[in-house]
Nanobody, 115 residues
């Protein structure tokens, strides 16, 4: 049973920072890739940042230079560090993991950027 648990969401002012963490039920390297997606009200879910353990990291254009994805194998976590947050970053953020073409999802954590 794959479990992905997100944490770290909340309310932050524009220009602020926030760190999201995704903790897996097993080794993060049991997956082929892991990443973060987000879904704002009325919008489709979109990829924010993704890392393939082969060495490829991808970011959405809207977050390049502001967000950083990183992993901590010892803690079985994949983190998303978000800086210079904007109101348009407001969304529910989901952790994603891929194993042999099967997607697994966490239940999401809400991020609200507002003054």
């Amino acid at each position: 049973q794959v479990q992905l648990v997100e944490s770290g969401g909340g309310l932050v002012q524009p220009g602020g920072s926030l760190k999201l963490s995704c903790t897996t039920s097993g080794s993060i390297f049991s997956f082929n890739a892991m990443g973060w997606y987000r879904q704002a009200p009325g919008n489709q879910r979109e990829m924010v940042a993704k890392v393939h353990w082969g060495g490829v990291t991808t970011y959405a254009d809207s977050v390049k230079g502001r967000f950083t994805i990183s992993e901590d194998p010892a803690k079985n976590t994949v983190d998303l560090n978000m800086y210079i947050l904007k109101p348009e970053d407001t969304a529910v953020y989901y952790c994603n993991a891929v194993r042999r073409s099967t997607d697994y999802w966490g239940s999401g954590t809400r991020v609200t950027v507002s003054s």
